[in-house]
Nanobody, 128 residues
Framework: QVQLVESGGGLVQTGGSLRLSCAASGRSVNALVMAWFRQAPGKEREFVSLIDGSGSITYYADSMKGRFTISKDNAKNTVSLQMNSLKPEDTAVYFC?????????????????????WGQGTQVTVSS
């Protein structure tokens, strides 16, 4: 069983930055494909970014490319999401997720159904 705990959310002004962190326990992050999703009120959960087990492959949703960076720290067993140039439309609850596979399952990697474990979420609010 894998437990995930997110932290780092908060309130920031447009153009600001936040760094989210996801602490994993029960398994090493280098044995998991890890991802971030987000969900705004009244909307479906949306893919943000993923990183494979080795940390060498990353992928981003189009609207996050160039602004967000996902990374792993194997020593701390964490996955982070650095978010820059934040916009009001980035406001959402951000969730960390893990797929028990070490390799990216291409057909499901950007869908919530492709992940076995979820954190409780952390709120990010970007004011205009």
């Amino acid at each position: 069983q894998v437990q995930l705990v997110e932290s780092g959310g908060g309130l920031v002004q447009t153009g600001g930055s936040l760094r989210l962190s996801c602490a994993a326990s029960g398994r090493s992050v280098n044995a998991l494909v890890m991802a971030w999703f987000r969900q705004a009120p009244g909307k479906e959960r949306e893919f943000v970014s993923l990183i494979d087990g080795s940390g060498s492959i990353t992928y981003y949703a189009d609207s996050m490319k160039g602004r967000f960076t996902i990374s792993k720290d194997n020593a701390k067993n964490t996955v982070s999401l650095q978010m820059n140039s934040l916009k009001p439309e980035d406001t959402a609850v951000y969730f960390c997720a893990a797929d028990r596979s070490q390799s990216i399952r291409v057909t499901v990697a950007t869908t919530p159904g492709g992940y076995d474990y979820w954190g409780q979420g952390t709120q990010v609010t970007v004011s205009s």
